[in-house]
């Protein structure tokens, strides 16, 4: 009897332990699910912020804005060519009107080895700032055509800021920043010669030329000198074009081969020099890669020269620099 009593009261006793476990228990996972929902309102409300704020600080190119503008327009260009091979590029700009041209690539090299990369016009259109109308003016300037595109890509964007050749430094938190600009002034080829020299100093630095053609047999729509004279010339060194006028000589390509190189404020960029060094002198250009189009095989860095009104194009390949050009609207 007395057995049969000390049985019961343990197990009394152990049931009174479990149920204080499973109260206990029930807490623990009454408190834990609170707290989880807490937290996962927190982390909801952070992401949601942190997408705010990533929406708020997007950069914005003017690249990128002019030619989502054009591409969502009717133009012409884009069924005949295809949206893909056609590119767009802002060609000029006064304070009411900018003129953007739209063109292809093409391979001008006669050696199927060398690639030469060179645009061909397609189109002209015209975006009038007061207005807000986007015409074609490709058939007949003086009769243009109104184009239809989606107004709502430039909310918030004032593409006549975004793309001046002098735009301010940005202030932090805001979409615009200042273009980057290669001071022509500072450039050294082959660490000597400036961008305009003489022929003498030409044949002293890279010898004598590996070709030459006439420009007349070219027929490039603009040239550096702009005289038209007959005897004007190309001059073909190390995969390089210099445009010649008389005792005159100018850089138009620059291809970084068989060691050629440049010093940009004593800093040396050759061959070996990486996107990411570019990016050191030229951030804005470079950064997230909004600034680069893809031209045939190879990227390209668009950065505004201060001494024309075009730009410079310092090409890559396998993320190394590959050649430069000096850009002038047609």
């Known amino acids: 009897m007395k057995r049969e009593q000390q049985q019961l009261q343990v197990s009394s006793l152990i049931r009174s332990a479990m149920c204080g476990i499973l109260v206990l228990v029930t807490f623990l996972l009454s408190s834990c699910h609170g707290r989880s929902d807490k937290v996962s309102k927190i982390a909801d409300t952070t992401g949601t912020e942190i997408r705010a704020f990533e929406g708020h600080g997007k950069e914005v190119s003017c690249e990128r804005l002019v030619s989502d503008l054009i591409r969502s327009s009717n133009a012409t260009a884009f069924k005949h060519f295809g949206d893909t091979t056609v590119r767009v590029r802002m060609a000029s700009m006064s304070p009411d009107k900018a003129t953007i041209k739209l063109y292809v690539i093409q391979d001008v090299s006669e050696n199927a080895a060398e690639r030469r990369p060179t645009e061909q016009a397609i189109g002209w259109l015209e975006f009038y700032r007061t207005s807000g109308r986007l015409m074609d003016i490709t058939n007949d300037p003086d009769r243009p055509e109104e184009l239809r595109y989606d ?30 600009v290669m001071l022509e002034k500072d450039i050294r080829f082959n660490g000597k010669l400036k961008r305009f020299f003489t022929l003498a100093e030409f044949e002293k630095v890279y010898g004598q030329p590996d070709s030459v053609r006439l420009l007349k047999d070219e027929a490039p729509c603009v040239t550096i000198f702009a005289t038209e004279a007959p005897e004007d010339k190309y001059l073909y060194k190390n ?28 800093i040396k960029i050759d061959e070996g020099t990486t ?23 190879l990227w390209v860095v668009k950065l505004k020269s201060d001494a024309t ?16 050009h000096w850009w002038l609207p047609c």
């Open 151 to 180: 107004k709502n890509i430039l909310k918030g964007h004032d593409i006549f800021i975004l793309c001046s050749p002098v735009v301010a430094a940005a202030k932090p938190g805001t979409d615009y920043e200042s273009r980057d």
């Open 239 to 266: 995969g390089s074009r210099f445009e010649s006028s008389k005792d005159s000589v100018a850089v138009d390509e620059y291809w970084f081969l068989n060691g050629n190189f440049i010093t940009y404020k004593g």
């Open 309 to 324: 009104y075009g730009h410079i194009k310092l090409f890559f390949k396998n993320d190394k620099v590959y050649f430069m």
């Open 275 to 297: 996107i990411d060094d570019i990016q050191q002198l030229f951030p804005a250009a470079v950064r997230g890669r909004l600034a680069l189009d893809k031209e045939g095989e």
